[in-house]
């Protein structure tokens, strides 16, 4: 079985101060690790995914993780946050040998402060 | 390309009532995902599908719900009867395999 553990349900940020989303998971295979980013009211957007080969992985709107096996961690960094970085982030981890279905983390809501 | 397309984006019913979802997914995706939304349990998979073949449904709630993929460009979840527990944002999402998936808009279920 797998699971995530998003630590902090909200996070508030100054703007252009650093964003860091933390995620851990625990997954009896190889894991495909995922981000997605809602905005209110819409649909989770993919900001970025590993799957194979190099460990650190560059996103959309700037950010990026880090997948580091032996602390089973994916946390999400962006250097200088935006008002418009203002969402909900779920950290997701994918099951190959099970049609690849999502078991997300809990979620991560961010606030952006002027 | 249109992308995931769920219908309809908000509906309200009486409880009791029965409630039909409905996704068109993406052309040429095999897989076939219904989520269920909430603030009490975030994200669950309800079920999902693969080459419209319901692969695993233990997701499902309860008896109550029920999902079809009659073809590959249409799924249908529904509810009967629906109850106000069952107050939701649903999400569909289909994914090719080696690709990512990508996730309709949503339909916001309220059950009063």
Known sequence: AQSVTQLGSHVSVSEGALVLLRCNYSSSVPPYLFWYVQYPNQGLQLLLKYTTGATLVKGINGFEAEFKKSETSFHLTKPSAHMSDAAEYFCAVSDSTAGNKLTFGGGTRVLVKP | ?112
């Open chain 2, 1 to 112: 390309d249109a992308g995931v397309i769920q219908s309809p984006r908000h509906e309200v019913t009486e409880m009791g009532q029965e409630v039909t979802l409905r996704c068109k997914p993406i052309s040429g995706h095999d897989y076939l995902f219904w989520y269920r939304q909430t603030m009490m349990r975030g994200l669950e998979l309800l079920i999902y599908f693969n080459n419209n073949v319901p692969i695993d449904d233990s997701g499902m709630p309860e008896d109550r719900f029920s999902a079809k993929m009659p073809n590959a460009s249409f799924s249908t979840l529904k509810i009967q009867p629906s109850e106000p527990r069952d107050s939701a944002v649903y999400f569909c999402a289909s994914i090719q395999e080696g690709s990512g998936y990508t996730f309709g808009s949503g339909t916001r279920l309220t059950v009063v």
